[in-house]
């Protein structure tokens, strides 16, 4: 056995299909898109190579640049939204003595739905006429508060980031949760017999020891909220005027709606960049040594 493990020839023999599956999934479908992003192409006929044009005129569209913005800004808030109430829930539940099991389940449940069901629930409970959320504040004498609220300009982006906050806290609190039993009791024990208040266990002791569960929700956060589609797509398309639209739903808009597939593959390409950028933004700021005790 040791000898067939030794012989290079055997070795390369067993890699070899996993790695030409790697490159018929993964790598092929890079460079083709890459390559088309270079193309004026409608999806029959001939390619027609015109260079940088497609990223020339991204920076000149308004409707790009404004869902890059959309973005940016849905970026910021689930990572808030979705991680510090994570962490607080994931803090809470370890304090527990029993119970914990049910929590635990209840806070993953939503992770374990379609987002297609999410989108159309909340799809419904923001509706102007029967949605449950203007039935609550017309019960509560708030009337004035009502709104038809994928359609206001002032609250439709909100809108649609809230049902992604709720169905993705629960994910990174089971995995916070893991990251906070794997701590030594004693740490904390000999906190709070030296009078650390909860708050001070929390920020001297447990988030510096989880800074790196952190990381990689932090990573999955951030890549997960800039690759969105399915839950806004569902709600609003993109609306109104676009104050809803991210950067995937304008480049499925341009590829699979108007057929401009050269277009939509430089969209693609500025989109796996900028998730490139923020991984590695998010890796330097959070790259410290492992603090021991």
């Given at each position: 056995m ?9 070795i390369?023999l067993?890699v ?10 993964f790598?092929?479908?890079i460079i ?9 192409w409608?999806?029959v006929g001939?390619?027609e ?5 497609n990223?020339t ?6 409707v790009?640049?404004l869902?890059v913005k ?6 910021g ?6 991680l510090?109430?994570?962490?607080f829930?994931?803090i809470l539940?370890s304090?527990?003595?029993r119970?914990?099991r049910?929590f635990?389940i209840?806070?993953f449940?939503?992770v374990l ?9 909340w799809g419904?409970i ?33 809108a649609v980031i809230?049902p992604?906050?709720?169905?993705w806290i ?22 709070r ?6 708050f001070?266990v929390a ?8 800074q790196?569960?952190?990381?990689v929700?932090?990573?999955l956060?951030?890549?997960?909220s800039i690759k969105?589609?399915d839950?806004?797509y ?21 590829a699979f ?6 277009y939509g ?6 989109l796996?960049i900028?998730?490139m950028a923020?991984?590695?933004?998010i ?8 603090i021991?005790?």
């Amino acid at each position: 056995m040791v000898k067939l493990l030794s012989n290079k020839k055997v070795i390369a023999l067993f890699v070899l299909p996993g790695l030409l599956l790697f490159a018929m999934v993964f790598v092929y479908p890079i460079i083709y898109t890459i390559n088309l992003s270079f193309t004026s192409w409608r999806g029959v006929g001939g390619k027609e190579y015109i260079g940088f044009s497609n990223y020339t005129e991204l920076f000149h569209d308004k409707v790009f640049l404004l869902s890059v913005k959309n973005t940016m800004c849905i970026l910021g808030i689930a990572l808030a939204g979705q991680l510090i109430p994570a962490l607080f829930f994931a803090i809470l539940l370890s304090n527990l003595k029993r119970g914990t099991r049910f929590f635990r389940i209840v806070f993953f449940i939503p992770v374990l739905l379609s987002s297609t069901a999410i989108a159309l629930m909340w799809g419904q409970i923001y509706n102007s006429n029967y949605g449950m959320l203007n039935a609550l504040l017309r019960m509560m004498g708030l009337e004035s508060w009502m709104k038809d609220w994928l359609s206001d300009p002032a609250t439709c982006l909100t809108a649609v980031i809230i049902p992604v906050i709720w169905q993705w806290i629960g994910y990174h609190l089971i995995i916070m949760y893991s990251g906070l039993k794997a701590i030594p009791d004693q740490y904390i024990e000999a906190a709070r017999l030296d009078g650390a208040t909860n708050f001070q266990v929390a920020v001297r002791i447990i988030i510096p020891m989880m800074q790196d569960i952190i990381k990689v929700c932090v990573i999955l956060a951030a890549v997960g909220s800039i690759k969105i589609f399915d839950n806004i797509y569902i709600m609003t398309a993109g609306g109104p005027y676009n104050l809803t639209a991210t950067i995937a739903i304008k480049m499925y808009n341009e590829a699979f709606l108007k057929m401009n597939f050269g277009y939509g593959s430089a969209i693609v390409v500025i989109l796996c960049i900028i998730c490139m950028a923020v991984f590695l933004f998010i890796n330097k700021v959070m790259n410290r040594e492992a603090i021991e005790y």
